[in-house]
């Protein structure tokens, strides 16, 4: 089946500092990947996106970049802010023959604190 | 357009009552989803509609779950004789049936069983 990990967190950093939040996944056929990003109270929102091997996915200075050899799409920022606090979520929907089959799976979220 | 709605934004209710919470899509999306998501989980697909039609359900629907969307346009999730375990973020989020299928999400109901 298809599956997403993402690594353990919580995840704190300094202001500034450089973020990197491992993603790696299990699909049949060439899915589509994504970032979501969910802010206190808020609903999820797309971060970036990627749709196949070795495109990058950039969006308010975060960058991700579909690795199909590792199977990976880890999300990075060279300078993280205060207001980067948020539950950060990779995501994968299985595309085969051209169609979408609709279903975001998601990995178990990683929560990013950046401090000051 | 202001993006997906869900009502009620929280719902608390007695273990063996029904709930029913409602979905407004994205006005030319003809595609609905439901997720759950409990807490430090990811969401978990539900279900899905392409227009009226239910294409696909989770084994995590249990047979107290249904949804509807009778004309294509905003759904509804009933769960009836709720349980404890109930207890979860009820997403919907809407897209095109085309392309990466881009899903834009609602703002969720959060449900909680006592």
């Known amino acids: 089946g298809n599956s997403v990990t993402q690594m353990e967190g919580p995840v704190t950093l300094s202001e500034e500092a450089f973020l990197t939040i491992n993603c790696t996944y299990t699909?049949?056929?060439?899915?589509?990947l994504f970032w979501y990003v969910q802010y206190p109270g808020e609903g999820l929102q797309l971060l970036l996106k990627a749709t196949k091997a070795d495109d990058k996915g950039s969006n308010k200075g975060f960058e991700a970049t579909y690795r199909k050899e590792t199977t990976s799409f880890h999300l990075e920022k060279g300078s993280v802010q205060v207001s980067d606090s948020a539950v950060y979520f990779c995501?994968?929907?299985?595309?085969?023959?051209?169609?979408?089959?609709?279903?975001?799976?998601f990995g178990q979220g990683t929560i990013l604190t950046v401090h000051p | 357009d202001t993006g997906v709605s869900q009502d009620p934004r929280h719902k608390i209710t007695k273990r063996g009552q029904n709930v029913t919470f409602r979905c407004d899509p994205i006005s030319e999306h003809n595609r609905l989803y439901w997720y759950r998501q409990t807490l430090g989980q990811g969401p978990e697909f539900l279900t899905y509609f392409q227009n009226e039609a239910q294409l696909e359900k989770s084994r995590l629907l249990s047979d107290r779950f249904s949804a509807e969307r009778p004309k294509g346009s905003f759904s509804t999730l009933e769960i009836q004789r709720t349980e404890q375990g109930d207890s979860a973020m009820y997403l919907c989020?809407?897209?095109?049936?085309?392309?990466?299928?881009?899903?834009?999400f609602g703002p969720g109901t959060r449900l909680t069983v006592l």
């Open positions: 989020a809407s897209s095109w049936d085309r392309g990466y299928n881009e899903q834009f």
């Open positions: 995501a994968l929907i299985p595309l085969a023959g051209g169609t979408s089959y609709g279903k975001l799976t």
């Open positions: 699909a049949t056929g060439y899915p589509s």
